[in-house]
């Protein structure tokens, strides 16, 4: 066997070996994950069985998952849930429609970015809990007032991302791109935005979080429709495990989402250096 043939052996048996430790380390963060909720919720039923915690204030936690099975056999859940989801999951692509020009006008115009920054470090800090009222004036509990927070709260960890996204773009290549004469729409296309996307998935997992917890939060206090409402009715009619079993599942809910945005990620970005580590 030649010397080409024996380094090509070697390098394929350590790339299988590195493969196998990943796909074992992948299942011990699984089973380490899993052990950690069992434990937890095997210490929250000994604290309720044992008197260590108030059952008028937290209830057992098979008295909880037995509400929550009840719930997810329940259609009115899942139409809860779908009026949560679908008010979050818009407000994003409202978001992405608007954060997409804006950070490509902000980040490759000198004049738009400071005439921009005032407004919009002004706008970044303001909790869109504080607009409830003025929402209320406008909207009252409807699905428009819930989409205007969500949109609005959920706008800036894209922005911000995406404009990052653009500023980082290789200056060797948008010279490259000047010396060919590409023009704006192949300079975009094809250097700016693959350079971008990276970027913008992250902004999107960390703006579908906010979303979704700026709808329950908005459902809650300002009595609109969905899950968050929901919670406030079983909290008021004394009904604590369907109340409890209502926040298991919202949690539930953000994990899915983190989820599907992670499969989202890996497929569009299944060309960038992270994804092919991370597979």
Known sequence: MTSSA??????????????????VGARTRVLVGAASVAFVIL????????????????????????????????????GEVGLTMSSS??????????????????????FVRESLWIPLEFLKPIPPVALIPLTLL???????????LVVFGSLWPLLTQMIYGVREVSGVALSMARSYRLGWWLTTSRIVIPSL?????????????IALIISVVTEMVAG???????????????????????IVAAGLLGLAVNAAFRVIDRFLLFWHASQRTAA
């Open 6 to 23: 024996l380094s090509y052996a070697s390098r394929s048996g350590l790339a299988s070996t590195r493969a196998r430790r990943r796909r």
């Open 43 to 78: 210490l929250w039923q000994t604290a309720s069985v044992a008197g260590w915690l108030p059952s008028t204030v937290v209830p057992s936690a098979d008295a909880v998952f037995i509400a929550l099975g009840s719930e997810l056999a329940s259609g009115t859940f899942w």
């Open 89 to 110: 999951m818009l407000g994003l692509l409202i978001v992405l429609v608007i954060a997409t020009p804006l950070s490509l006008a902000i980040g490759r115009s000198e």
């Open 138 to 148: 406008l909207w009252g509990p409807s699905p428009t007032m819930k989409l205007f």
């Open 197 to 209: 996307l990276p970027f913008t998935a992250t902004g999107l997992r960390v703006s579908a979080a």
């Open 224 to 246: 609109a429709p969905g899950i968050g409402q929901a919670i406030t009715l079983a909290q008021t009619g004394g009904q604590l495990p369907s109340m409890y079993a209502l």
